[in-house]
Structure formats: structure tokens, C-alpha cells
């Protein structure tokens, strides 16, 4: 039971591209302190998490890792930036084989409630309840390559640039690495002057909807693809109510989740 769950949540493959990013167990030479733990019952613990959305003292015996020992160690990694190193790796595998969509990036976000902690704030779409808001930037098809935590609160015109500015630099087929799409689409929240003038500067082509002039249909026949990508988000369970106290560990799980969704993309070419 043990082994088929944990085989079944981290395949062979993903376990391959997650293990030589991690931090390396080094014993005190005083003796005492951690004792190491099988590392991938833990990642595969931490998938089940997040995938099932149970609190970590529900967390299942068979896995053969303790809850505590399980989000100490989630917390570790975290606070070592793992999980976006994990995307960013297999953003490369998808660029090394030409199946990432550079012609342009999509950006939306999503709100969803928050019971407490960092980057959190009053939801102005829901009666002003403590929420947070997922931001997240996609290739032209639709797989994440930035995403971003905020509090409900803030507009998700703020979160632009910076999503924009965090596309990692991903391997490509041949040539050097890339990391600049062709087109830009938003919708007309992330209208402004500045933006547009931001964009050209860094040879971006805009293709954002003017409020009050274009309507949301031609946008529509793009917007699509990053609403499907945040339903696969949302399909990972912990993030649709944030459970989180530190605003970090949620947004570790938002990109533990954009890495799973890659992977799976990822997964269904290799088979």
C-alpha cells in the first residue's frame, strides 16, 4: 500500500528531476538533531497534502513519515525556494523538446478565502471576507510560468509586472535560453498607459482589452486557456481555501501545484 501510493504520486520520472535539487542531510558531527527520513515518502507525502487538501495530523500512516516530520520538512524546502526550482526544472524538459508555447502569455487571477496569516486581506467580491489572491502567468496553451500570493485586497493590475518579470529563463530546443513571449494578453483590469509603455520598452506586443472600446469576446478566444489553468490549480485541493499561517507556504503549494500540472503535461508526452 505504502509503496503503490507513493510510486503513484511521485512517478519514477518526477522523482528523477525532484532529487538532485534537494538540500543534502548533513549529520552534526556532536551527534543528536534530525534524523534523516526517506526522502521521497516525504515528497510524496507532501503531494497527498495537496492534492487531497487534508490537514498534515490527518496524513495517512502508510506513507511511514510522521505529520510533524512531514511539514517540518515541507517548511524546509520551502524556505530553500525547492518547489519553484522544481517548476523551473521541468519548464526545462517541456523547453528542451520545443512543447512550450512562447508566441504569447496569458495573465489572470483568482480569489479564494482565508482563514488567517500573511498576505491575506479584505475580499472586495465577497463582503469583504479575509481572502487571498492567486496570480498566474501562462504560455500561450496554457501551463504556468509564474505565479504569485496576494492579499485579496490588492489589484491584480500590481501583480503584472512582477509575473512578467518572474518567467524564468527555460531552456529551448536549440539556442540559448528563453524566457520572452511574443504577445502579452490580458483582460482590461490590467489596462493603464504605463503598462503599454512598459511593454513596447521591453519589445512586448500588448494585446490588452480597453475598457470601454473592445469588448471581452476577441480576448475570449485566448482567455480560455489561463482559466483552464487555474481550474488544474484548483483541482489540487489545498489551495481552494488557504489553511496556511505563513503567506510562503501557500505560495509554496501554488507552486508545488504549477510544477505537478507541467509534469503531467509533461508525462503524457513521453508515454
Not at 503503490?4 to 522523482?15: A, G, I, K, Q, Y
Not at 526544472?89 to 523547453?95: C, K, P, Q, S, T
Not at 483568482?110 to 479584505?122: E, F, I, Q
Not at 520572452?180 to 503599454?196: F, M, N, Q, T, V
Amino acid at each position: 500500500m505504502r509503496v503503490d501510493l507513493s510510486r503513484r504520486l511521485v512517478p519514477d520520472e518526477l522523482w528523477e528531476l525532484f532529487a538532485p535539487l534537494m538540500p543534502k542531510f548533513v549529520s552534526r558531527p556532536q551527534g543528536g538533531g534530525t534524523a534523516p527520513v526517506e526522502e521521497r515518502a516525504v515528497f510524496a507525502a507532501v503531494v497527498y497534502v495537496l492534492t487531497s487538501g487534508c490537514a498534515w495530523r490527518h496524513l495517512p500512516e502508510s506513507f511511514g513519515v510522521s505529520p510533524a516530520t512531514a511539514h517540518r520538512r515541507f517548511s524546509v524546502w520551502a524556505a530553500a525556494g525547492l518547489w519553484r526550482r522544481l517548476h523551473r526544472a521541468v519548464l526545462d524538459e517541456l523547453g528542451s523538446r520545443g512543447d512550450l508555447d512562447w508566441s504569447s502569455a496569458i495573465v489572470d487571477a483568482a480569489s479564494v478565502r482565508a482563514n488567517r496569516g500573511s498576505l491575506t486581506g479584505p475580499n472586495p467580491v465577497d463582503r469583504g471576507k479575509k481572502g487571498s489572491k492567486l496570480h498566474v502567468l501562462s504560455e500561450a496553451q496554457g501551463l504556468p510560468l509564474a505565479v504569485a500570493v496576494s492579499g485579496a485586497n490588492m489589484h491584480d493590475s500590481q501583480a503584472f509586472k512582477p509575473l512578467i518579470l518572474g518567467i524564468p529563463a527555460v531552456r529551448s530546443r536549440r539556442g540559448p535560453r528563453r524566457r520572452r513571449p511574443g504577445k502579452i494578453r490580458a483582460d482590461k483590469a490590467y489596462y493603464s498607459a504605463e503598462h503599454l509603455r512598459w511593454l513596447r520598452s521591453r519589445n512586448l506586443v500588448p494585446r490588452i482589452a480597453r475598457p470601454g472600446i473592445e469588448s471581452g469576446e476577441r480576448l475570449g478566444r485566448h482567455r480560455w486557456k489561463i482559466e483552464r489553468s487555474i481550474s488544474w490549480l484548483f483541482g489540487y485541493r489545498r489551495l481552494t481555501v488557504r489553511y496556511e499561517r505563513k503567506g510562503s507556504h501557500f505560495l509554496a503549494f501554488l507552486g508545488l501545484a504549477a510544477a505537478l500540472t507541467c509534469y503531467k503535461r509533461l508525462a503524457r508526452l513521453t508515454t
